[in-house]
Structure formats: C-alpha cells, structure tokens
Antibody, heavy 120, light 110 residues
Framework: QVQLQESGPGLVKPSETLSLTCAVS?????????WGWIRQPPGKGLEWIGS???????YYNPSLKSRVTISVDTSKNQFSLKLSSVTAADTAVYYC?????????????WGQGTLVTVSS | QTVVTQEPSFSVSPGGTVTLTCGLS?????????PSWYQQTPGQAPRTLIY???TRSSGVPDRFSGSILGNKAALTITGAQADDESDYYC??????????FGGGTKLTVL
C-alpha cells in the first residue's frame, strides 16, 4: 500500500521560504510515476502547485512558478517543496500526492495534508 | 489563463441522480484533457473517483460514472446516498505537464 506523509514547519514568517517534505512508503520513487504538491487555503478549493518525475523533470503552476522549487531525493524516497517569499495568501493545507505515469494525469494516492500558516 | 468551471453548489434527493459538470472558460472539454474527479469531505484529503474521463478508481462504486456531455466533462452519481454529501473537484490536463483544478462543487443530499 502506497503511503505519503507530509512534514515541515506549521508556521512560517512572511517573506520567508516554506519548506515541506513528503516521505513515501510502499513504493520506490525511483521506479517511476510523478509526484506532486497540491494546496488548499482554509475554506477554499484545491490548487495544483507542481509535479516532479522520478528523474527530476519538473512542472509548475505558471502562477507560482517564480517562487516554487520541487526536488526529489530517491535515496531517502522522498520529495520536497520550497515556496519562497510567502505571504498570508500562502496559508493553506498542503498535500503531497502521487500522479500517474505517462498519460495518466490524475492523483491516485494522497497524503493526509499539513497546515502551514504564514504569520509573524 | 484558462479557468476550469464547476457549479458552486448542487443538491440532490436521497436515491436521486445528479450530474456535476466541469467546463472551460474558453473552449470545450474533450477526452484530451484527461478529466479526473475527486471527492472531499471536511478535514479529509481528497479521494480519487474517476480518471481519464470515465475510469473508476479502485474501490469506487459504480454509482459514480464519468463522461463527456456536450462541451464539458461530467460526473454522474446515481442513487445518491447521504454520505455522498461532499465537495467534488475536477482536474483537467492543459498540456506541458500542467494540471488545473476546478473551483469545486458542494453537493448537498437532502
């Protein structure tokens, strides 16, 4: 059974960088698939942030691209999100998820999500 | 930037049938957008229902079905049950690895 678990600080100061990690168990990242981050501000809808292939190829939401970096560490079987210059608008529950390979453009396994609040 | 549109809210009677749609602010949705659908209840992570237009994810009952209706992707729930009361989100593939979520539909079963 594939499981994903987000971790990272729950509170980040404005203008700083938000950093989260997603640990994957039950599947080796290096075996394939894409791995992504999605967020949900309180009371609002879901927003795709970006995805990374196990080889390191990345795809970002154009509206966030200038501030987002997603990386993968196959040795630790985890991938990470960095979002720079955060503001209160970046306060959200952040989910990591596995996206299908090839032409399977959907998320099949999700983490439970972690709330990140941007506040001084 | 293209916006993915969904009905903000919908209601259905228990046992009834409801069709939620997923469109584009400009243009038509086709199978080339690989529409997928997710169900989310408060405080929970989304659950995958449908992918590639009409393929049910593992464990999803056949009460849930996906299709293309006219110029939109559609999620149909037949025989609605109380625990179908949730938020439903569609996702479209825009090319170049980019995915876009719709704004979500809040479904009430009453």
């Amino acid at each position: 059974q594939v499981q994903l678990q987000e971790s990272g600080p729950g509170l980040v100061k404005p203008s700083e960088t938000l950093s989260l990690t997603c640990a994957v168990s039950g599947y080796s990242i290096s075996s394939g698939y894409y791995w992504g981050w999605i967020r949900q501000p309180p009371g609002k809808g879901l927003e795709w942030i970006g995805s990374i292939y196990h080889s390191g190829s990345t795809y970002y939401n154009p509206s966030l691209k200038s501030r987002v970096t997603i990386s993968v560490d196959t040795s630790k079987n985890q991938f990470s999100l960095k979002l720079s210059s955060v503001t209160a608008a970046d306060t959200a529950v952040y989910y990591c998820a596995r996206r299908g390979s090839s032409r399977l453009y959907y998320f099949d396994y999700w983490g439970q999500g972690t709330l990140v609040t941007v506040s001084s | 930037q293209t916006v993915v549109t969904q009905e903000p809210s919908f209601s259905v009677s228990p046992g009834g049938t409801v069709t939620l749609t997923c469109g584009l602010s400009s243009g038509s949705v086709s199978t080339s957008y690989y529409p997928s659908w997710y169900q989310q209840t408060p405080g929970q992570a989304p659950r995958t229902l449908i992918y590639s237009t009409n393929t049910r994810s593992s464990g999803v009952p056949d009460r849930f079905s996906g299709s293309i209706l006219g110029n939109k992707a559609a999620l149909t729930i037949t025989g609605a049950q109380a625990d179908d009361e949730s938020d439903y989100y569609c996702v479209l593939y825009m090319g170049s690895g980019i995915l876009v979520f719709g704004g979500g539909t809040k479904l009430t079963v009453l």
